[in-house]
């Protein structure tokens, strides 16, 4: 389903996805490394985030990087 792409996770497994610590992350977020999402001012990510990142895209994704993307976060590339 399209679903997995919109999941959400915490500020902390989304450090342990992308085997960093959390204060790393805090600091790729202030400098407008990594996207994040903020409801009620706690910090959460969609997996597209960590992934556009760790592909070096930064925050601004053109419809390429974002097709890319999708594929490596569909399911059929997910050991589950």
């Given at each position: 389903s399209r679903m997995s792409n919109k999941k959400i996770l915490t500020h902390k497994l989304a450090a342990e996805n992308l085997e960093i610590g959390q204060s790393t992350l805090y600091r790729l977020v202030r400098?407008?490394?990594?996207?994040?999402?903020?409801?009620?001012?706690k910090l959460m990510y969609r997996q597209e985030f960590l992934t556009a990142y760790t592909l070096g895209f930064g925050t601004r994704l053109t419809a390429s990087q974002r097709a890319q993307i999708a594929l490596l976060d569909s399911p059929s590339s997910e050991e589950e």
């Open positions: 400098e407008g490394k990594v996207r994040a999402l903020k409801p009620g001012g």
